[in-house]
T-cell receptor, first 115, second 112 residues
Framework: DGGITQSPKYLFRKEGQNVTLSCEQNLNHDAMYWYRQDPGQGLRLIYYSQIVNDFQKGDIAEGYSVSREKKESFPLTVTSAQKNPTAFYLC??????????????FGEGSWLTVV | KNQVEQSPQSLIILEGKNCTLQCNYTVSPFSNLRWYKQDTGRGPVSLTIMTFSENTKSNGRYTATLDADTKQSSLHITASQLSDSASYICVVSKGGSYIPTFGRGTSLIVHP
């Protein structure tokens, strides 16, 4: 089945550690995104990528890093510099090309908890 | 500033009843508006997409309306079911950009 796969679903991190969330898509989409969702809050954009080897910061990029070495993969690293990383993280993708009429498809999300 | 405001923030209804969720936006220039359904702990799933020229679009028991003049949209749910309990998110895209603006969502709880 085509879709977006995020892993792990649940992750616990000790303070001071970096963790990486995986996101893989087989939809042949050019654009990929990472969003953060806190309880009662809307989705906030962390990073997005239009094409391979290129990505841009979103609204809350501080403390996060990404890479886009392959079209299918867009991993997110939550670094120790992120002071409040406990949240629900959503990876998404869409057909790019400059059109704003493309639906964004989401993965099932990853829960990150700092212990 | 491009914004999307949703109301109410939360809503509790009895199974079988109808309800309407509201979305007001200031995003300009407008390209399209989507409603997503997000079950707890899951990723959002698209319900409808509406462009400037569309006033109404249905998807089963979900009907979305759009008034581009007043920059308002609504999502009407008919004969609610327990499985409708979820957060409903309004998402507005700006012309020339594929970074949409998300509303905070309306949390709907359907009680038996």
């Amino acid at each position: 089945d085509g879709g977006i796969t995020q892993s792990p679903k649940y992750l616990f991190r000790k303070e001071g550690q970096n963790v990486t969330l995986s996101c893989e898509q087989n939809l042949n989409h050019d654009a990929m995104y990472w969003y953060r969702q806190d309880p009662g809050q809307g989705l906030r954009l962390i990073y997005y990528s239009q094409i391979v080897n290129d990505f841009q910061k979103g609204d809350i990029a501080e403390g996060y890093s990404v890479s886009r070495e392959k079209k299918e993969s867009f991993p997110l690293t939550v670094t120790s510099a992120q002071k409040n990383p406990t949240a629900f993280y959503l990876c998404a993708s869409s057909i790019a090309g400059g059109s704003s009429g493309n639906t964004i498809y989401f993965g099932e999300g990853s829960w990150l908890t700092v212990v | 500033k491009n914004q999307v405001e949703q109301s109410p923030q939360s809503l509790i209804i009895l199974e079988g009843k109808n309800c309407t969720l509201q979305c007001n936006y200031t995003v300009s220039p407008f390209s399209n508006l989507r409603w997503y359904k997000q079950d707890t702990g899951r990723g959002p799933v698209s319900l409808t997409i509406m462009t400037f020229s569309e006033n109404t679009k249905s998807n089963g028991r979900y009907t979305a309306t759009l008034d581009a003049d007043t920059k308002q949209s609504s999502l009407h749910i008919t004969a609610s079911q327990l499985s409708d309990s979820a957060s409903y998110i309004c998402v507005v895209s700006k012309g020339g950009s594929y970074i949409p603006t998300f509303g905070r969502g309306t949390s709907l709880i359907v009680h038996p």
